[in-house]
């Protein structure tokens, strides 16, 4: 692709521009430490907040390159130095021509909202796999083609990792993809230019918000999907979980801007309905009406915030193929994650659930799931994430306090922040009359150990904020740990 061509797209882009070679673009690169950059590598340095990549721009001219983006004021002789704004978008744009739009070439199914995503877009997949489609998966945990996978960086990757996966997805003979799609990926153009055949808006509750600062840009944010559903793919539909004052705001929005919307309720009219609903630690048991039509549900994962994700996958789904629906409805219920809402039966008959739940609503479904099975006794052991939104902390510990028979407030990933800090501000959310529920053990292993140690036959023990994580972050460094290994590798287990 010449460098012309590229010019030509982002032109409206462009601050200034020092071309001495319309150079013949092979490759595209972000990483300096890229062992394939040479003389026709296109490379986004990009100055972030962390990291200002131009500073590696000498040391990858010496290595033959020649041609730089930029969305720094920054000039180097004999080289093609493109200063842009809005550097994301313009990477999205150059991102997708260069690999020739493939996400045109497959079926895309975009997840969004607080919670859910994971799950629902777990469930997509294999739902489309079982029914003979192959395809990716993008999502917090994990990005896979067909059987290969790779451990997630990001939740939404960077628009030039997107494009390249979505790219190897078509050349793997890929017919889709199911993507997580989070409010920082909408709001910091990393899906920019995605033609979604289908989006999902499963929830909305307080999360991001040291990002955002109010439920309303939070909102918005996510409402990019539906907007840009509409723009790029005139057939495209979005599925909504209406049972919440921000699921009936989308659902108005898709109407305002003409976007075919499939609706999931428990309790109102829907174009997918759920009923007589059964939880237990054997999974959910359940009935869908769809098209006068009522179908058998026996999802493997538990509660009932599973009963939409289920409603809300097979809405999905179903905008593709609908030939197959007792097919799908198999491979949606037989999905399992790790880390949502993980259950472990120890050999001294108490259970311990690991689950991704890290914020307050989200805390208190996953224990109010827990408690709905009657259990002898349930404990929580949870923490909160450092340098991250101090306002759910309280929250968090109000909820916990207020759930649970028994709380222990430990180490998430703190990050930069002292962990006792952390602690603090938890416990601030915690009435005076709970206090006697409450253990602080700030070392996380510590916390876990001594949850097990002291549990009784019939108890519940939820585990809850890092789910899949197999790491926490103290200081700058990740350092190795899993919660299930914990559990799993204690005498109980």
Not at 60 to 73: D, E, M, Q, R
Not at 212 to 241: C, D, R, S
Not at 435 to 458: D, F, M, Q, W, Y
Request: hydrophobic share 35%; net charge neutral; charged share 30%.
């Amino acid at each position: 692709m010449k460098l012309s061509n590229i010019l030509t797209l982002i032109e409206n882009y462009i601050i200034s521009k020092r071309i001495v070679e319309d150079t013949d673009i092979k490759s595209i690169s972000e990483n300096s430490e890229d062992y394939f950059i040479d003389k026709n590598t296109l490379f986004f340095a990009i100055e972030g907040s962390k990291v200002d990549a131009t500073k590696f721009i000498p040391e990858l001219i010496s290595k033959g390159c020649k041609t730089f983006i930029t969305n720094k004021n920054v000039d180097y002789e004999k080289v093609n130095v493109i200063v842009v704004n809005n550097v994301r978008r313009v990477e999205a744009i150059v991102a997708k021509n260069f690999f020739r739009k493939p996400d045109e070439k497959i079926k895309v199914i975009g997840v969004t909202g607080t919670k859910g995503k994971t799950t629902i877009s777990y469930m997509v997949f294999n739902a489309l796999q079982g029914i003979g489609m192959k395809g990716g998966l993008i999502g917090t945990i994990e990005y896979r083609i067909n059987d290969s996978s790779i451990v997630a960086e990001n939740t939404t990757p960077g628009p030039l990792h997107l494009y390249t996966f979505l790219n190897d997805i078509v050349n793997n003979s890929g017919e889709f993809v199911s993507m997580e799609v989070s409010s920082h990926g909408l709001e910091t153009d990393r899906v920019y230019g995605i033609k979604f055949d289908v989006g999902i808006f499963t929830n909305l509750s307080r999360e991001h918000l040291d990002f955002h600062q109010t439920m309303e840009n939070y909102f918005n944010a996510k409402m990019k999907l539906l907007y840009q559903i509409k723009e790029l793919n005139p057939n495209g539909k979005i599925v909504i979980n209406i049972d919440t004052e921000w699921g009936e705001k989308a659902h108005k929005i898709s109407k305002e801007i003409n976007l075919e919307a499939i609706t999931c309720s428990l309790t109102k009219k829907a174009d997918i309905v759920a009923k007589d609903i059964t939880i237990s630690l054997d999974g959910n048991r359940f009935i869908v009406e769809y098209q006068g039509k009522e179908y058998k549900f026996h999802t493997k994962m538990v509660g009932l915030h599973n009963v939409y994700n289920a409603m809300c996958a097979l809405g999905a789904v179903l905008t593709l193929r609908q030939d197959k629906i007792e097919e799908i409805i198999k491979h949606i219920s037989q999905t399992t994650v790790k880390g949502r809402f993980e259950i472990l039966k120890s050999n001294r008959g108490f259970f311990v659930v690991i689950d991704y739940a890290h914020t307050p609503d989200s805390l208190e479904k996953t224990l109010e799931t827990g408690k709905s099975f009657s259990p002898e006794k349930l404990t929580v052991v949870f923490g909160a994430g450092g340098d991250r939104d101090k306002g759910k902390r309280p929250l968090m510990g109000e909820v916990a306090s207020r759930i649970a028979d028994k709380v222990i407030i430990t180490s998430d990933n703190p990050r930069t922040e002292n962990p006792y800090s952390i602690i603090s501000d938890i416990l601030n959310g915690i009435p005076d009359e709970r206090k006697n529920k409450i253990k602080v053990i700030e070392n996380r292993k510590e916390a876990i150990k001594t949850a097990l140690k002291e549990a009784i036959k019939g108890e519940i023990i939820i585990i809850a904020g890092k789910g899949h994580e197999e790491y926490q972050i103290i200081g700058s460094e990740k350092i190795p740990f899993s919660d299930k290994e914990e559990v799993t590798k204690s005498e109980y287990f």
